[in-house]
Antibody
Framework: QVQLVESGGGVVQSGRSLRLSCAAS????????MQWVRQAPGKGLEWVAL????????YYADSVKGRFTISRDSSKNTLYLQMNSLRVEDTAVYYC???????????????????WGQGTLVTVSS | EIVMTQSPATLSVSPGERVTLSCRAS??????LAWYQQKPGQAPRLLIY???TRATGIPARFSGSGSGTEFTLTISSLQSEDFAVYYC??????????FGQGTRLEIK
């Protein structure tokens, strides 16, 4: 069965760095794009970043662009999120997710998430 | 950026009732819309993609409809396990992929 397990969260001071990991199993990791989505305490879902299945293409929310880097290692079936220059407003539960790239007819679409990890909490203190 | 607006913010309903949640996009997203359910302390769960296709394992009481800018999620007969927060998400025009602010279904 598909499993995604995040790790690396914790408490960090503003301006410091943290790297999140997401270990994937139960599917062919290299065949799927992957995403990070976060949720601030008591708030809604916010998309953070997406990486293509082969790591060639990477996309970011404006709120993290230039500070966060998404990457993947298919030899380890692991997705990463390197977070630099952290801010108090980055405090959130960070979820990794598998992008199924649904196809309808001849058209295929990235952007939804069919499997989610349990999340890892990042707390940025001032 | 496409803004997704969900209504209402909170809905109080009784088990067994039929309920309809709404989601509006600030510009057309075609049918590239998903719905997610999230229970307290849990990760979101994909319910619907492509505006109307149920994800694997999702009960038939959940249905989605709409295209362009207006979408609905209908639960035909609410079960106790359906009380949760529901989010819509557009993936037609991105980055950024955007979510609605959520609708909370609570027990009346």
């Amino acid at each position: 069965q598909v499993q995604l397990v995040e790790s690396g969260g914790g408490v960090v001071q503003s301006g410091r760095s943290l790297r999140l990991s997401c270990a994937a199993s139960g599917f062919t990791f290299s065949s799927y794009a992957m995403q990070w989505v976060r949720q601030a305490p008591g708030k809604g879902l916010e998309w953070v970043a997406l990486i293509s299945n082969d790591g060639t293409y990477k996309y970011y929310a404006d709120s993290v662009k230039g500070r966060f880097t998404i990457s993947r290692d298919s030899s380890k079936n692991t997705l990463y999120l390197q977070m630099n220059s952290l801010r108090v407003e980055d405090t959130a539960v960070y979820y990794c997710g598998r992008d199924p790239r649904y196809c309808i007819g001849v058209s295929c679409y990235l952007g939804s998430v069919d499997y989610w990890g349990q999340g890892t909490l990042v707390t940025v203190s001032s | 950026e496409i803004v997704m607006t969900q209504s209402p913010a909170t809905l109080s309903v009784s088990p067994g009732e039929r309920v309809t949640l709404s989601c509006r996009a600030s510009q057309s997203v075609s049918s590239n819309l998903a719905w997610y359910q999230q229970k307290p302390g849990q990760a979101p769960r994909l319910l619907i993609y492509g505006a109307s296709t149920r994800a694997t394992g999702i009960p038939a009481r959940f249905s989605g409809s709409g295209s362009g800018t207006e979408f609905t999620l209908t639960i035909s007969s609410l079960q106790s396990e359906d009380f949760a927060v529901y989010y819509c998400q557009q993936y037609n025009t991105w980055p950024p992929i955007t979510f609605g602010q959520g609708t909370r279904l609570e027990i009346k």
